[in-house]
Structures are given as C-alpha cells and as structure tokens.
C-alpha cells in the first residue's frame, strides 16, 4: 500500500549538494543501507568524490550503534520527528570517530529515507549551548577557508586558516568580539547588513576588507549562516575567503581595458569618461573652461615600412614620454591606436593658453629621436577645440578636434588648426546627414540585401554575402559610397552592423530549412570598429542562438586592417569565434602587405581576392605573376580563394586556372532582396 507523506521534506540534488559541503557529516540511510554519504564520510572512509557513491553501502561498514532497522517507516507519519543519540563512525585510518547525531525521516527519490546529522562529541565550549557536541574541530581546521563560529557575536572557535590569514591563534580568539578582532574602523554596518541578510535570506555574502592581527586590511569573501542544532538557532557560521589575487587580476583586467596595451596611457574609453565628467563639471562651473587637442604623427607610416613594426613601437613609446613632460598634472592623454593621440587640457582659460601648449608639443616632437641606432624625424598635426556648453556629448568635441586635425594635415602638416565658423559650417552639414543616418536607422530604411557566391567548378551556387542597402522614401536606393564611411565614423555601424547580423542568420536558417542538402552558409562583413568591440564573439553567439541556425553556416569577413590594428587581440577574437563553430574569411586579400605572420597565426578557412585584382584579370608579365602568387599562398596555407567583382567570362577562365574555389560579381548575380535571393533559389 502506498501511504504519502507530505508533512516529510524532500531530499533532492540541490539538497544533497548543500549537504556535500556541510561542515560536518550527513547520511542518508535507506533500510539497511547508506544511499548518500556527504564529503566529511567520505573523507574519513576513503571513499572517492562524488554526491553519490553510485552503491548503496551497508550500514554496519559505516556506522555502529543504530537501531537496527530505519528509523523511516513507511506507514508511521511521525517518523518526520526528529530523534538524539550516539553512534561511531568507522574509519580508515583505524581510529573511530565518536559522534552525536540528530535524525529525521525525509523523502528521497520518492521513498522514505532517514536522515542523519553528525559532530564528533567534544567536551567544553559547546557543552553549554546544547547539552551535546554542536560542532567538529577537526573538520573546521580542515576547510581550506578561514571559519569563525559566534554565538551572540563572541567566537567560540576559529579554524587554522583563520589563524593563518587573519594572525590570531585559537586562544586569542575564544570569548572575543568577532568584529572587534578583524573589522576594520568605520565598516562595523557591516555586520548588521550581514545579520539582516540572514535573517531574510538564511544566508549573507559579501565582498569586503577585515583587518589582520598586523593591521593589513586584507580582501575577503564573508559568507554567514545560522548554525542550528535540533531545529535551534544556537550561533552563526562565518567564512572568510582570501579574495586578494583576484582582486589583483581584476584590477589588471580593468587597467588592461581602460588602458593602451602598449603606452599606458588612458584609452578611448577612459578619455572620454574623463571627458565626460569635465563637461558635466563645466556646467556647474562655465568659467572652469578646457579644450581638447587631437593629435596624428607626420610620416609615422614611413616609419613602420621602411624600419619595422618594433620600431614604430619604440617612436611611439618615446613620441608618448615628450607629450607627457609638455603637460599639467591634472590633463588627460591618451591613445586612440595607430599614431593618434587626444589630449584633455584641464581648466585652461582661452584659445591662447591652448596654443602655448600646441607650440610646446610641436617643438619638443619634432626634435631627433634614436630608434634601435636610426635617427628618426617625425612631426605632429594638432586639431584644437575649446569647451562649449553646445557640446552634447564627448564624441561631438572629438569629432570637431579630429576635422581640425585633418585641416592641418590638409594645409601642409607640422602645424595645428583651430576648430572655427568655417568649419562648423563644414560640420553642421555633416551632421545634417547623420540625422538622416539615425532617422533611417529609426524608420528601418537599412535592408538587408544578398549577393550569391558561385563555386566555380560546377556553378551551383555555394553562400551569399550580406550587403546593407539604405532605401530612401523619396531617393530610392542610395549609393553605398554616400553612407559608409559616415556610418563607421559616427559610431552607427555597431547598431547597424548588429541588425545586419540578426537578419542574415534569420535568412541562413530560413535556407537551411528549405534547402538542407545545400549547405548554404552566409557571410557578414565587420568593420575594424566591429571587430574590436569585446563582446564581440558574445554578440555572434547571441545572433546564433536566436536565429536557431548552425555556427557552420555562419562565416566573418574581416580586413586585414581589423588585424592589423592589434594582431595579438585578433587571434584571441577570432580563435574563440572558430571555438564555437564559426567560419572567418580575410577579405580584400591583395589590397594591402598582408603581414605572412599574421596569415599563420590567425585562424582563417578563406582569403577573398580584393577586386580590384580580379580587374586586372587576364593578366600577363609582373601583374599575373603576382595574381598567381597570392592563389599559390593561399592554397599553401590550405586556405580556400574566393574573388570578388567578377564581371568577364574571361576574369572566369583566369581564375579557373589559378585554381580559385568560389567567385562572386556581377558576372553572375548582382546583390538582390531576401526575396529575390529565395526565388533564385528555387529555379535552381
């Protein structure tokens, strides 16, 4: 006959998990068998890791003085009361544990077992809250974290960790103020916090500092609980853990992402933080003006060409010391990447005091600078810009400092520029079309067009590229050149790039629905500014898991640029982006000196051939012997070759020859609507 037992608590894994780690020992007993031994048994049995021990284990091997039979009777709903006694734990090492125990029927698995609590009796400090042994010394010294036991906030043990982290030995420590022995001055809330989470939530845990025996104030994870012995609260239970290598690495990874990995200096993201805060202040205080400085070194690519990569590091790391001993303790500068450096001058008054500073930094720049044995000479263009309540945010000053720069390339270099009217006239319009831009963003104008992927060898169509087209109400289809690069400088390409994203693996799973034999797979370009954001693998995995479709059918196309920018970042970037499944291909191959490094380090399945190669096709002499060359490189590296803008039967053959796996142009399909792309595919 079944009898249920709902006043009986139920054991599940969750459950038996806690137990796992409880500081003393936990069975679960069904007949004449243990079902469940927690860490503390096994420990002492020798028993291997694990919640469960996958056999039952009798009784008498591990456990002597219980009633013989279960103390869970099927038919007896009292059996939930729980029951004191004695009882010896065998253990291996041959010398028996001598525990008291507290039982209680529970329901495991559907079936009344019992559940059995245990301590090891120990005379003294504990005898006088209960009239037997509440907790085990033994295994509190075990426990790799420092444990405190209060009662009424007075400790009544501590283990040896704690000894050992905090410097203060057991009989230092019994009879003590708890938060008088470690909490530092001014933080003595925290314990009403502590006990008030407690009392809410059965459990508090906190990351915080407590103070040594020496008087470091040393990082701690607190954990408290209630200690409780036959269903009473008799103390609560603290555990402090040494948090302080973490710390450290998580103050190393915020430095590594607010600073530039090769200067030190501040990054984009910590300018304009700081920049940020000096524009919130100058509307408290107009009269605390500043001014921004953009900054780009004069022939530093010649640099990198004619002397190596090393030692473009080496000018930019002495360019970065002259630029700091021109400036005030309280400015800001920072690096962008490349060459390009801002600058936050901090309460300067006027244009002039800005100036003094500009003639400063040309002056000191432009001096000789030894690099490994070379004498190197190098300027900088400086774009200035005051404060302005006008200013809505740090990337409109910024913007306005980097146009005057290029002003100042533009007129000769080695000289600075003042953003003024005719510029703003200049500006004004370009923001004109960034309002468009948003505005189209907002009334989703941006589609999402597809142009197919041909294998050559057999015609069928292999994947489609996704294009992002911008259909104006009254303009119809804008050409791409207009909107591009105003989309990446604005810093739009990241919520455009993203819906780009979404909608192309939505389609790809479309396809991979009704056509699975085909494996078509759909490729999605990302801008060097995509490609450095560092949620970037997060982002994809998103997009992959809310679209339902195959990691395998989704590929990157990347510039050499993107790498180029941090080679180090890109192989982290694209190493996890191939972890979960997906492909990466490194467009418009040919276009610049892509570094061989690079091509051997990165994690790439396909080169695609820059178009303005596939041009060239047929060609002969110098041009189709270096065409020739790249396919032999990629095919080297085991690369597939993808060429873009076919548009001749003739480029076709040519790339036949070389070897060349897929093509894609206007040859065989310009870029078409989802829709189209769908019917395309149903001829086939």
Known sequence: MNVMHNDLHVVDANY???????????????????????????????????????????????????????????????????????????????????????????????????????????????????????????????????????????????????TRLFGYPLRECVGQDLDYLVMPDGRRHESEMLLHAVNENERALMETVRRTKQGELVDVSVLMAPVRIAGDEVGHFVSYRDIRHQKRLEAELQHTALHDALTGLANRVLFLDRLQQTMVRLQRRPDRNFAIMFLDLDRFKQVNDTLGHASGDA??????????????????????????????????????????????????????????????????????????????????????????????????????????????????????????????????????????????????????????????????????????????????????????????????????????????????????????????????????????????LLRLEITETSVSLDADAAVVHLQRLSDIGVGVSLDNFGAGLASMNNLLRLPIQLLKLDRRLTAYMPARGTQGALIETIFKLGHSLHMRMQADGVETAEQLQELKRFGCELAQGHYFAGAMTAEDADKLLSKK
């Open 16 to 162: 038996l998990a806690a137990l796992d780690i409880l500081p003393g020992y936990a069975l679960l007993r069904r007949g004449e068998s243990f079902v469940f031994l927690n860490a503390a048994v096994r420990a002492v049995l020798g028993l291997e890791s694990g919640i469960d021990p996958g056999q039952p284990v009798p009784v008498d091997a591990v456990l002597l003085g219980l009633q013989p039979g279960s103390a869970a009777q099927a038919n007896a709903p009292s059996a939930s009361q729980e029951r004191l006694f004695e009882c010896v734990l065998l253990a291996t090492d041959g010398r028996p544990r001598n525990l008291s125990a507290v039982s209680r029927t529970v329901l495991h698995a559907g079936m009344p077992a019992e559940l059995i609590l245990a301590v090891e009796r120990c005379a003294g400090l504990y005898d006088e809250l209960r009239g037997h042994t509440t907790f085990l010394e033994e295994l509190l010294d075990s426990a790799p974290e420092a444990l405190a036991i209060v009662h009424r906030g007075k400790i009544l043990h501590v283990n040896h960790e704690f």
């Open 315 to 552: 000018l930019l790391l002495k360019i970065t010391t002259r630029l700091q001993a021109c400036l005030r303790p309280q400015d800001t500068i920072a690096r962008f990447g490349g060459d390009e450096f801002a600058i936050l001058l901090d309460e300067v008054q006027s244009v002039s005091s800005a100036v003094r500073i500009a003639d400063r930094i040309q002056h000191d720049v432009r001096q000789p600078v030894d690099v490994y044995g070379h004498e190197v000479l190098v300027s900088v263009s400086i774009g200035i810009v005051m404060g302005s309540l006008e200013y809505g945010s740090g990337e409109q000053i910024l913007r306005d400092a980097d146009f005057a720069m290029y002003r100042a390339k533009a007129n000769g270099k080695a000289r600075y520029e003042i953003f003024d009217n005719s510029m703003h006239i200049r500006v004004t319009a370009q923001r004109q079309k960034e309002e468009q831009l948003r505005e189209a963003m907002e009334q989703h104008q941006f589609e999402v067009w597809y142009q197919p992927v041909y294998r050559i060898s057999g015609g069928e169509i292999d994947s489609f590229e996704a294009l992002l087209r911008w259909r104006h109400p009254q303009r119809g289809i804008v050409p791409t050149s207009e909107f591009v690069g105003l989309v990446e400088d604005t810093g739009m390409i990241m919520a455009i790039g993203q819906m780009v994203l979404e909608q192309a693996c939505i389609q790809a799973e479309k396809w991979s629905r009704l056509w699975p034999e085909r494996g078509l797979s759909v490729s999605v370009n990302l801008s060097p500014r995509e490609f450095a954001q560092p949620n970037l693998v997060e982002t994809v995995a998103a997009a992959l898991t809310a679209s339902n479709l195959a990691p395998s």
